[in-house]
């Protein structure tokens, strides 16, 4: 197994770089997740984003979502680089690859990925709006998430 | 003495990313009234808590040395 197959980084993340590694003879697909930061939310202009995590939980949380994937799918291979910090609209923030004999199961996988990611990894998204800042999901009620996670579509 | 770890709006509601904290051998549950009592914390209605940087509930007991961490909803991806 390929070291820092799961990753946060602080600086720009290379597409590419997360696609090679997963990379390998015996892929006929390579699906990849590319998550940005959105303009406009609901009606709501981002000015731009902020991502904290607790960095070294959250690396350990990536790998056993690979785990759980591996269980699923033994015949994938997943690479995931999350970035933190100051993010600006457009700016990539996750990026998710998985490599399989057939794409079926690296689309499923992939999907499989982004919705773990949302629900186990600590990683928190502090939104700046032209009027004022908010932790996504913190116990405002203004961003209560119902089901203690976020919706879907976001 | 143990280590409790804040992220995001729990963490400005306490002030810092960290305390040290002389107790051991108390719940969750009985950290968070500590932290309540003695904060000033809109609440730890859905936070999950990790010790160790392992997901654990509320009857779990703190030993000397845990790190413990409040988890808000995450907002990732």
């Not at chain 1, 959250?58 to 269980?71: D, F, P, T």
């Not at chain 1, 970035?83 to 996750?94: C, F, N, P, S």
Request: proline content about 3%; charged content about 25%.
């Amino acid at each position: 197994m390929q070291q820092d197959l799961f990753k946060i980084v602080h600086d720009t993340i290379s597409v590419e770089e997360v696609s090679n590694q997963v990379s390998r003879r015996e892929a006929g697909a390579i699906t990849l997740f590319v998550g940005t930061v959105r303009e406009f939310t609901k009606g709501k202009r981002t000015l731009s984003l902020e991502y904290q995590a607790y960095e070294s939980m959250a690396v350990k949380m990536l790998s056993q979502i690979g785990e759980e994937i591996k269980g699923k799918w033994p015949d994938t291979c997943v690479a995931i680089t999350h970035r933190i910090g100051k993010l600006e609209i457009t700016d990539i923030a996750v990026v998710i690859a998985v490599s399989s004999p057939h794409r079926k199961t690296a689309y499923r996988a992939n999907e499989y990925a982004i919705e773990r990611i949302k629900q186990i990894v600590p990683i928190w998204k502090k939104e700046f709006w032209e009027d004022g800042t908010m932790w996504m999901g913190d116990q405002l009620e203004t961003t209560k998430y119902p089901e203690g996670k976020p919706d879907e579509e976001e | 003495m143990i280590t409790v770890l804040f992220f995001a709006g729990i963490r400005e509601e306490i002030g810092s990313d960290k305390l040290n904290i002389d107790m051991e051998n108390i719940t969750i549950y009985q950290l968070k009234q500590y932290l309540l009592n003695n904060y000033s914390l809109s609440s730890f209605n859905q936070v999950m808590t990790a010790i160790n940087e392992s997901f654990v509930t509320d009857d779990e007991i703190i030993k000397d040395q845990d790190i413990i961490a409040f988890i808000p909803p995450v907002s990732g991806g």
